[in-house]
């Protein structure tokens, strides 16, 4: 009898197993593309050389967002913001500019037809400092605007003059060209990003709220062309960012008697401290493959090959051994989970003394969904001490919503990448960072963080690092981006319905 029940119960499993595996060959081989297929763009021209003229330009404005904002930064952006009316005139003429909170600009390229809902193009005309010491290393200075080896070098190139001047080009081109938009067109520039946008974009936002203006969709800065980054994926990654996550830091104070350190307590206001950041450390948020990341996933699967193709088809079976490679890269990790990071401990000043106190802060980036409410919780769960005092520091901030990637702005977005990139493919994304685009989230759904910045993984050092610097060739594909991008929304014959 048990040699027959044995010999039952491994037919069962062969039999499970062989269906197992048909799904998962099923499932992996029936994966069609998901991108859209649209016919290539004829690229419109672009005055390459002039252009790349103008953005070095631009980059020589020293326009640098420090802790304290300082009198000869801003005295930097009013210069740049005569600049850009010097090699601008078509597109200073063809739209009303405002200057807001002094510094930053609201350009109002009106629309023929009123009814339409309008479109915002964003970016920002500050950059970040060059970290002090790094000076030397770069191999251009990092404001001189040079152009070499087919670079635009400069802080700023990237972030995100390159995308502020590229609009600005295709306005320019579109204005000189007799292009007169259906729907209105903004383009938003704050001047404080690096910052957060406290007295730009959000006071842009604010007056569109008073004027009771409601994008079709919104366009900011953010994700980017990866190029070999993602494994199993040979073609380079178009992703657009449809949220960001949010941001809290706590601050954890110990407390214990102080005194001499000759004769110590059972507890010490370091030993409390540092134990808890020990359970924090080694209890993190639950990762999952869900949200935006599974979607990401699913859009991506069937442009992979081998094994990848294989897995993320088949997330039912293989997401477990999917999260567990995810997590062990810190980018990937980062798309899963809402992060821990502990960043600044303090305590105790001599080495005879006990301290009465101890503080750490920890930075947390929340996962859409996410409140700081619920991550204090977690942590005061998690470090099962009562005695530590826990406090949410200001500027906390909750994710994004998550913007639609079926909606009409995303699909047009999309159908731009595929007209002028065909080998790129287009997946959402979400952003580990911020941008200005999250002071707009209440006005629309559609809210996008996208330029075609192309990058491999060792250029992205190179934000907010050394060595900014942008290829006049991708450069010129950013322009034509955002060029084709206006006539398909604003054109005569919109591909947007609104
Ligand atoms: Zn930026």
Redesign the pocket.
């Known amino acids: 009898m048990k040699k027959i029940a044995y010999v039952a119960t491994a037919a069962v499993v062969a039999a499970a197993a062989v269906a197992v595996a048909a799904v998962v060959t099923l499932n992996t081989l029936r994966l069609g593309s998901r991108q859209i297929s649209v016919a290539p763009l004829i690229p419109p021209p672009v005055d390459e050389h002039g252009a790349a003229e103008r953005l070095a330009g631009a980059v020589r404005f020293k326009t640098i967002s420090y802790e304290t904002p300082s009198d000869s930064s801003r005295s930097e952006l009013l210069q740049l913001q005569s600049y850009l009316q010097a090699v601008f005139p078509k597109a200073h003429a063809a739209a009303r500019r405002e200057v807001i909170n002094k510094y930053s600009l609201l350009y109002t390229w009106i629309g023929q037809d009123p009814s339409a809902k309008p479109i915002v193009l964003m970016a920002?005309q500050d950059v970040v400092p060059i970290a002090p010491g790094t000076e030397a290393q770069w191999h251009a200075d990092p404001f001189s605007g040079e152009i070499k080896d087919g670079f635009i070098w400069g802080r700023g190139t990237w972030?995100?003059k390159g995308n502020l001047m590229a609009i600005l080009e295709a306005v320019e081109s579109l204005a000189g060209a007799g292009f007169r938009p259906e729907r209105t067109v903004y383009l938003a520039f704050g001047h404080d990003?690096?910052n957060g946008g406290e007295e730009g974009a959000k006071a842009i936002a604010a007056l569109f709220r008073q004027r009771g203006i409601r994008p079709e969709f919104v366009l900011d800065?953010g994700m980017l062309i990866t190029e070999g980054i993602m494994p199993g994926l040979d073609a380079p990654a178009a992703l657009i960012g449809i949220g960001e996550k949010g941001w809290a830091t706590l601050k954890l104070t110990a407390t214990a008697s102080p005194g001499h350190s000759s004769m110590p307590g059972s507890r010490s206001a370091i030993g409390a401290l540092a134990t808890a950041l020990q359970r924090l450390d080694s209890n993190p948020f639950p990762a999952a493959v869900a949200g935006v990341a599974r979607e990401m996933l699913y859009i991506l699967a069937p442009e992979m090959h081998g094994l990848n193709r294989v897995a993320l088809s088949n997330l039912w079976l293989f997401e477990p051994l999917i999260r567990r490679q995810l997590t062990q890269i810190p980018s990937a990790n980062a798309l899963l989970r809402t992060t821990t990071a502990i960043t600044v401990i303090r305590g105790g000043n001599k080495d005879n003394v006990l301290p009465g106190e101890a503080e750490a802060l920890v930075n947390f980036r929340l996962m859409p969904g996410e409140t700081a409410a619920g991550v204090t919780a977690h942590v005061r769960a998690v470090i099962g001490d009562p005695s530590i005092r826990i406090e949410v520091l200001p500027r906390a901030g909750e994710a994004s919503p998550v913007a639609s990637d079926s909606s009409a702005a995303y699909q047009l977005i999309a159908r731009t990448v595929r007209e002028l990139f065909p080998n790129v493919v287009v997946a959402p994304g979400l952003m580990i960072g911020g941008?200005?685009s999250r002071h707009m989230v209440r006005l629309a759904d559609n809210v996008y963080r996208f330029s075609p910045v192309r990058a491999r993984a060792q250029d992205l050092a190179r934000f907010h690092g050394t060595d900014e610097r942008i290829s006049t060739a991708n450069y010129v594909e950013i322009i034509r981006f955002y060029l084709t991008l206006i006539r398909h929304a604003a054109g005569q014959r919109e591909l947007l319905p609104s």
Do not use: G
Request: charged share 75%.
């Open positions: 920002h972030d995100d990003e690096e800065e941008t200005d």
